[in-house]
């Protein structure tokens, strides 16, 4: 009875017109990508694990401070490397989510320079090099200033790319217009960052898992333009559920889920 049941429901969705685009997101955990910190400084918050979470108000922050008398640099800055779970054939871009802050000293202040940046880097067939950087810089007077970064993006496209580096840091010049020590920090805080692009695996995990009464099955997705008559929907992207027909039923790839299309009898496809 279960497993009528889970068929019907199946059967449902494959009636919606959806459409799926090429490109995912292949830096999400949920897509087997994993991260490390590879250098920093500063004091930390959250974890880098919230850098791919896709979850953009989360994320690592890094936050520093400085003291002395007239002029004062405050730099907070970490690099981490993200590690795709299949090398994609085609990286197309990379969009970051960031927060900065600068706190200077207010009143006396004749000068608080607030400079951001991110470099990215590709790894291409075991090989690093710049891919692409972005940085800005102002003067905010005295005080603090604040930037929020949303959806910003760093340009391919690059080819063979198994892994990425990113180097964020926030850094804060303050001058004072008359002696005596005071103190200063500056927050750099990367909530998101997320890779557009083709992996070599005609298939991908996105977590989906169906119970077939033992176990829970990974079912595979498509990663090219879908044309699977099963669509499931997520975090606002449309997927294909990739099938299989009879004659693969009893293959290793075979998770044993049977769904009835307008081809006939189907599997989907186990992912592995």
């Given at each position: ?69 007239y002029s004062v640099t405050a ?198």
């Open positions: 009875m279960k497993k009528q049941i889970l068929v019907l429901l199946i059967v449902l969705l494959i009636t919606l017109p959806l459409v799926i685009s090429a490109d995912i997101n292949l830096a999400a955990s949920s897509e087997g990508a994993t991260i490390i910190e590879t250098g920093g400084a500063g004091s930390t918050s959250g974890t880098v694990l919230n850098i791919i979470d896709e979850n953009y108000g989360t994320g690592f922050q890094r936050s520093r401070t400085a003291s002395g008398s730099s907070a800055h970490h690099t981490t490397e993200i590690h795709f779970n299949t090398p994609l054939t085609t990286l197309t871009e990379v969009k970051y989510w960031a927060y900065y802050h600068h706190q200077c000293i207010t009143g006396f202040a004749s000068k608080s320079i607030a400079s951001e940046y991110i470099t990215l880097h590709v790894k291409q067939n075991g090989v690093w090099s710049v891919g692409d950087s972005d940085s800005s810089s102002l003067d905010f007077g005295s005080g603090s200033y604040s930037s929020t970064k949303t959806a910003q993006v760093l340009s391919g496209p690059w080819a063979d790319v198994s892994d990425i580096r990113i180097y964020v840091e926030s850094r804060s010049r303050c001058e004072k217009s008359r002696s005596g020590s005071y103190s200063i920090s500056s927050t750099v805080n990367l909530r998101e960052i997320e890779a557009w692009g083709e992996s070599t695996d005609p298939y991908q995990d996105i977590g989906l898992k169906i119970y077939n009464g033992t176990t829970p099955v990974p079912i595979a997705i498509e990663m090219s333009e879908a044309d699977s008559e099963l669509k499931i929907y997520k975090n606002g992207t449309t997927y294909g559920v990739a099938l299989i027909p009879e004659a693969e039923f009893g293959q290793s790839h075979d998770s044993g889920i049977r769904i009835k299309t307008s081809s006939g009898i189907q599997g989907l496809r186990k992912y592995e």
